[in-house]
């Protein structure tokens, strides 16, 4: 027999387990749990949603006059640590 | 240009070697591959274009002038990201008027994982947003949290660093990485739902 875990348990555990990073004992028990809380489970489906929504999302480009800086910096220190000759 | 192999692959050892050979274009091509990320994180961090700027810059000098530390131990982009978080972090302490909650003060309260809002989402957000408008609400909520959230939010779920390369980043604990993403993941959960609710929905939609 295994103890239910309460809510705010499980809400302590709930990044780990997104992560894949619990033992086996503990993402049953998680598992369990939010078959039972339905708040729980659609609070862990929308925390997993907001992880995914962010990973998707691709850099924007530097504007053009910021990254003509950066490369004139770059040029710049380039050229004053190369050897002469 | 050296950016590709045959294959059309970013060769980046190839690139490294020649850099440190003091070959300029290798160099570029690796600034080329990196800044749209480092700016990214900059201004994630600092909030604020010029400072951005600023470590954009910093980092891939400081990147070139140290290349020859660079050991291949870890990968070159964690390396310039450290890098980066450093700059960021100390354009940060530098505010004198900076009101926000110091990076190494103890955050763990409890309060900041008392959940109010409890609703499934809609399937389809890209139907009542657009592109921009989703954009900009991420962008908002990411800025709406506190440094030390925001920080390990950014380096762990947007530049998909792992809890290990966090701590080392940001000089904190592994403890103290899982303890703030889940905070921010779940305060950011919190404002996204008010966005992209089911409308009429809650969760008794489940039962």
Partial sequence: MTSLLTCKEFMQELSDYLDATVDAELRRKLEVHISECPNCFVILDTTKKTIEVYKGVQPQPIPPEVYSRLMKAVEKKLAATHKPG | ?207
């Fill in chain 2, 1 to 207: 240009m050296a950016a590709t192999t045959d294959a059309g692959v970013f060769d980046e050892s190839g690139l490294l070697a020649k850099a440190r050979e003091g070959d300029s274009a290798a160099f570029s091509e690796l600034v080329n591959q990196y800044s749209r990320k480092i700016y990214r994180l900059a201004k994630h961090i600092t909030q604020n274009d010029s400072e951005a700027e600023d470590v954009l810059q910093e980092t891939f000098l400081k990147a070139f002038e140290h290349l020859g530390d660079f050991q291949g131990q870890s990968k070159f982009y964690t390396w310039i990201v450290r890098i980066a978080v450093n700059e960021s972090l100390m354009k940060l302490r530098k505010r004198k008027s900076d009101r926000t909650v110091p990076l190494d003060e103890p955050l763990d309260t409890g309060e900041d994982t008392v959940v109010r809002e409890i609703a499934v989402w809609d399937e389809n957000p890209e139907q009542q947003y657009s592109r921009e408008e989703i954009g900009q609400i991420l962008d908002e909520a990411v800025q709406s949290l506190k440094p030390a959230f925001r920080t390990v939010f950014v380096l762990r779920d947007i530049e998909e660093l792992s809890t290990e390369e966090t701590a080392r980043a940001l000089e904190i604990s592994i403890p103290a990485v899982k303890s703030r993403l889940l905070r921010a993941r779940l305060q950011l959960r919190e404002k996204l739902t008010r966005f992209f609710k089911r409308k009429g929905d809650d969760v008794f939609a489940y039962l």
